[in-house]
């Protein structure tokens, strides 16, 4: 891995997501480390989004109710609840630089969350960065059973209604294998990118003012998934209707497409389209 602070480059929002374009992504030893390291890992996780499993227990969970989903309504909020210690884990790898870059793309539109609200509280949440028809997932939080899981199906739900041909993990855990997660090449990923975002980016190597920071093996930390834009998708009412058409621009993934106020039952309908073998919600 080779730092930022090294290289004497200057991390914007704008070297940033040509890192992203890349297939690259910046990440910290730890909360009190202020240098950020270029990640490329050799095996990349992404979640298909044709191939999108449900548990059977969570499709109960999400038809039941008693929560409301919001997007990119509290950003400060989530990526504190990502950054907090949890069980089995006493520090992270959001740092002070982590938490302004991505402030600073959520100011401009590219850094999305998806938020799970339960009696006037966020319990849960996601957030990650939009490129295209790709997104990537940063990390995840969970205060109440099953909230990251919540959000991590309307973030699918909103993705496939919006055009997206490309969910991002980074790694894969356990956790995200259990939705469908699978690790590909990094040759794979890069085609997949290059696909999402209409491009042909080549090998991958860091172009233009991030040339110098280059890139590195895989490093440590969780896998994450995350997402969200647009219109709140509030728990409630209506169902989705022409997701297929919606969003499909080539030139890029449109999270405002899903309305507010589809109902759970919709949200699961949605994600569970496919053009392949389908997915499971039974």
């Known amino acids: 891995m080779t730092t930022i602070d090294d290289v004497m480059i200057e991390i914007t929002p704008q070297v940033l997501l040509k890192a992203y374009a890349c297939g690259i992504f910046p990440m910290a030893e730890s909360a009190e480390d202020s240098a950020l390291y270029w990640i490329e890992p050799e095996r990349r996780g992404i979640l298909p989004?044709?191939?999108v499993h449900i548990p059977k227990s969570l499709a109960r969970t999400i038809r039941r109710g008693g929560f409301e989903v919001r997007v990119d309504n509290d950003f400060e909020g989530v990526i504190?609840?990502?950054?907090?210690?949890?069980?089995?884990?006493?520090?992270?790898w959001i740092n002070g630089r982590i938490r302004g870059l991505y402030r600073d793309l959520f100011a401009l539109g590219h850094c999305h969350t998806v938020e799970v609200?339960?009696?006037?509280?966020m319990t849960g949440g996601l957030y990650g960065v939009h490129l295209g028809r790709a997104f990537f997932g940063e990390s995840m939080f969970s205060k109440a059973r099953d909230a990251s899981k919540i959000a991590l199906v309307y973030l699918v739900a909103r993705l496939k209604y919006g055009g997206f041909t490309l969910l991002d993990t980074q790694f894969v855990t356990g956790h995200l294998a259990r939705f469908g997660a699978i690790e590909v090449?990094?040759?794979e990923f890069q085609r997949l990118l290059e696909e999402a975002l209409g491009t042909s980016q080549g090998s991958g190597s860091?172009?233009?003012a991030a040339a110098a920071g280059g890139g590195g093996a895989a490093g440590g930390g969780a896998a994450s998934a995350g997402g969200g834009g647009g219109a709140s998708a509030a728990a409630a009412g209506g169902s989705p209707t022409g997701a297929s058409s919606a969003g499909t621009s080539p030139s890029g993934g449109v999270f405002s497409a899903l309305s507010s106020g589809v109902a759970p039952g919709g949200i699961l309908q949605l994600v569970s389209q496919?053009?392949?073998?389908?997915?499971?919600?039974?």
Not at 274 to 282: F, I, L, M
Request: one cysteine or more; hydrophobic letters at 20%; aromatic letters at 2%.
């Open 274 to 282: 496919t053009s392949n073998t389908g997915c499971s919600t039974a």
């Open 185 to 187: 090449s990094r040759q």
């Open 49 to 51: 989004l044709d191939q």
């Open 80 to 92: 504190e609840g990502c950054a907090a210690p949890r069980a089995g884990r006493r520090s992270t």
């Open 117 to 121: 609200w339960q009696d006037g509280e």
């Open 206 to 208: 860091l172009s233009g």
